[in-house]
């Protein structure tokens, strides 16, 4: 057999035995300069590709085959942009040429499914670069500091593993589809140099499926991100050689890491029987990508040339998840909306000045924090900084007449569809205007988004012409709103109507809903979320205003109120003193009342609940309704706080690394070195109690798309703790037995 045919071989993984095909016998060696550079001239020649010289550098250098890609890019008698790929998207032409990169060299780029995700990194600014005016195949992704960025591709490769991998297929088959790729151009806002490498725009989770590859197996998630880290961006301590540009001192990282891998895997492939290690390695070292490198916007295309380029990405990619493997629908979304609202923008013929407009397309993507809208919208009164006003002026501004239908032509085109209700509108904003606040409001943003899609907060006076009442109060509000004020009920509407649905407290009700208990979920009537804030919001209904004020100044978008119907108030623990404010809560409304609070016949306050709001969107269909009153409603019940430990307790991270059993022999007695490891026993437990409170606490900070803690880890620690609890219970029962003989011992047996 030649030396140079590829070996099959079957490694152990974990558990399971895998049949790894076609590793090859040797791993490819970097181009040399002047390979590198005939892809450059090639590039730069091409008149059907836009590069800069830089970008081409990064291409050449990624592809293991640089003389292949010269090759692709040179001009044949056919076509004078030579053999490359040609893709015609809405609106542009994207042409790509398809070779083999290192995975080395491959930095995750945007994802747009974690549009609709709050992360803990938040994604660079991504600004379209252009040459003579021309649009180049290439984006610019500026980025805070080196920090930033080693946190954001971390964070990617630690989400995106939490929620998916490929690991097994890889491994055996190596990564077989063509990732979407293209150049970026990395910046800083602190100064850094910046500098150009290739970016993954569809294929993540192979991405991070490889590196999970190469991590091995067991590797937890936040492992394989720390590998990918590490070897993409060297050591974070590590300086920077003075004088030395950035970008050319990772790629010497990254080709050093390459080489101690090269040596590896040469004295891994040579014995007899390679093991995993010469798997790992030889199933990740390259993976196949289709490189985008030209792109040209059809005539008519109104976009402006910094912007055709992303738009073709992203149009690529929302067929490829539409008709492939869909993105949910809060995603699709996400990205319909954005998209729309930048072709508005860039078509420019709105009547809303061009810098409202983008200052709205900074807050509804999240580029803006919600603490500038005093700046972004000064005026006499502005608006206070915070994420409730934040979703009243997105909503204002999106659903303003002359601005509306503009976006509802765009997002059709984009879509494919032909019409769209009000409702369809509404479902597009619900993932952008719970931005803020969705990590915390988690538990619930399921039905809150079904509430928008249910028509939301566009009752028909929201969707006519009204400008927002800024205010500190909005309970000062309802009174010009009695007096006839649209703006002031407007503002209501939209602010009160957004608190009550993302607290589940407006919900898209269904049949059964009729018959249930007000606790649980029950109204008096059917109908609309935004029929019931349209009533809600009335000139004459006093307690609907009312009701709306109070939701929307009550209105926390950092924690759930404890009356919203969720298990989360079945389950949460009392929090430790000294932690948190006051519990956050929505009372039921009594507008004769001097705090607006109603109380039942003890005077306790009344918690408010979906029927309350429906109610008050009603009375008198209310009453017709419902024959009998409805009981007075208890609150939830809450289950009894944990026991405390044993007071006097030490640190367990501290006295445990002490009474572990050591190499050396202990000749203590078994009694006292039983109390020892009694002591490691329950402060091991207290440990653990305490990093789950931990866990809790951190969850909502750490966001959705990354789970605190993977599927794979609790169910490894299930198994763990259900064998410790048959444990300590056979221990026990055998102790009881000793102290009592005259127990009858039970069987023993696996306790669930």
């Known amino acids: ?129 252009t040459e003579d005016g021309r649009p180049c195949a290439t984006v610019r992704y500026h980025f805070k500091d080196v920090a930033h960025l080693r946190d954001h591709v971390w964070q990617t490769i630690n989400g995106t593993l939490s929620l998916n991998n490929y690991v097994g297929s890889v491994l055996a088959r190596t990564i077989t589809r063509n990732l979407i790729v293209h150049p970026v151009e990395i910046s800083f806002e602190d100064g850094t140099d910046p500098f150009h490498t290739l970016a993954v725009r569809d294929g993540i989770t192979r991405l991070a499926s490889a590196w999970a590859v190469l991590a091995g197996p067991g590797a937890e998630s936040d492992e394989v991100a720390n590998l990918a880290v590490n070897a993409l961006f060297g050591k974070a301590e590590a300086p920077v050689p003075s004088g030395v540009p950035i970008g050319r001192h990772l790629a010497s990282v990254r080709e050093k890491w390459r080489q101690s891998l090269r040596e590896e895997y040469a004295r891994a492939i040579e014995v007899p029987e390679p093991g995993v290690r010469a798997a790992q390695i030889g199933q990740t070292f390259v993976a196949p990508a289709q490189i985008a490198v030209g792109i040209e916007g059809h005539p008519g295309h109104l976009l402006a040339p910094e912007d055709i380029f992303d738009d073709a990405i992203r149009s690529v990619l929302a067929s490829v998840h539409v008709e492939f493997k869909q993105w949910d629908d809060a995603a699709q979304n996400v990205e319909v909306i954005t998209r729309a609202l930048k072709r508005v923008i860039q078509l420019g013929d709105s009547l809303i000045p061009q810098d409202d407009l983008q200052a709205i397309y900074g807050l509804a993507i999240g580029r803006t924090p919600s603490a500038d809208l005093p700046v972004l919208f000064p005026g006499s009164t502005p608006p206070p900084g915070t994420p409730l006003w934040r979703s009243v002026y997105v909503v204002h501004a999106l659903t303003r007449p002359e601005l509306r239908e503009r976006l509802k032509d765009q997002a059709k085109a984009i879509k494919g569809g032909k019409r769209m209700a009000l409702k369809g509108f509404a479902d597009l904003l619900g993932p952008i205007i719970d931005l803020p606040w969705r990590s915390y409001k988690k538990l619930v943003t399921k039905q809150a988004r079904n509430a928008w899609t249910n028509g939301g907060v566009l009752t028909t006076d929201v969707i006519g012409e009204w400008d927002p009442v800024p205010t500190d109060d909005f309970t000062t509000l309802v009174a010009p709103a009695l007096a006839g004020d649209t703006n002031a009920r407007c503002t209501l509407a939209v602010a009160g109507g957004v608190a009550l649905i993302a607290d589940k407290l407006l919900t898209r009700n269904v049949g059964s809903a009729l018959n249930a208990p007000k606790e649980k979920g029950g109204v008096p009537f059917r109908a609309d979320v935004n029929q019931i804030i349209e009533a809600l919001s009335q000139q004459d209904n006093e307690l609907g205003l009312w009701t709306l004020a109070c939701a929307a100044n ?162 490894e620690l299930h198994v763990q703790l259900i064998g410790l609890q048959t444990d300590i219970e056979n221990l026990r029962r055998r102790i009881a037995l000793e102290e009592d003989p005259e127990v009858e011992e039970e069987p023993a047996g696996e306790v669930v």
């Open 1 to 129: 057999m030649s030396q140079h045919a590829p070996r099959s071989l079957t490694v152990t993984w974990g558990s399971e035995q895998i049949l790894v095909s076609n590793t090859g016998r040797s791993l490819p060696t970097p181009a040399a300069d002047d390979v590198v550079q005939k892809v450059v001239e090639a590039g730069r020649a091409n008149p059907s590709t836009l590069l800069t010289a830089d970008a081409w550098h990064a291409v050449g250098r990624g592809a293991i085959d640089a003389e292949g890609v010269a090759v692709q890019l040179h001009p044949t008698r056919q076509d004078p942009g030579g053999v490359l790929m040609v893709e015609n998207v809405e609106g542009a032409t994207l042409r790509s040429l398809v070779t083999r990169v290192y995975l080395s060299e491959l930095l995750p780029g945007i994802q747009p499914r974690t549009g609709m995700e709050a992360t803990e990194i938040p994604d660079p600014q991504v600004q379209g670069v």
């Open 554 to 715: 009550r209105f926390r978008s950092d924690a759930l109120p404890e009356n919203a119907v969720t298990m989360r108030a079945l389950t949460r623990k009392e929090k430790p003193e000294g932690e948190g404010g006051s519990p956050y809560i929505h009372f039921k409304v009594d507008p004769a009342d001097a705090d607006r609070i109603a109380r039942d016949a003890d005077g306790v306050p009344e918690l408010l609940y979906q029927y309350d709001v429906v109610w008050a969107a009603d009375p008198e269909r209310a009453r017709k309704n419902t024959p009998s009153p409805a009981g007075r409603a208890l609150p939830l019940p809450l289950p009894e706080p944990r026991a405390e430990q044993a007071t006097g307790a030490q640190d367990p991270a501290g006295t445990a690394d002490g009474l572990w059993p050591t190499a050396t022999a202990d000749t203590r007695p078994a009694s006292r070195r039983a109390a020892d490891h009694r002591s490691v026993l329950r402060q091991s437990v207290t440990a653990a109690r305490d990093a789950m409170d931990r866990l809790h606490q951190l969850e909502p900070e750490v966001g959705g798309h990354t789970p605190i803690v993977s599927l794979t880890v609790l169910d």
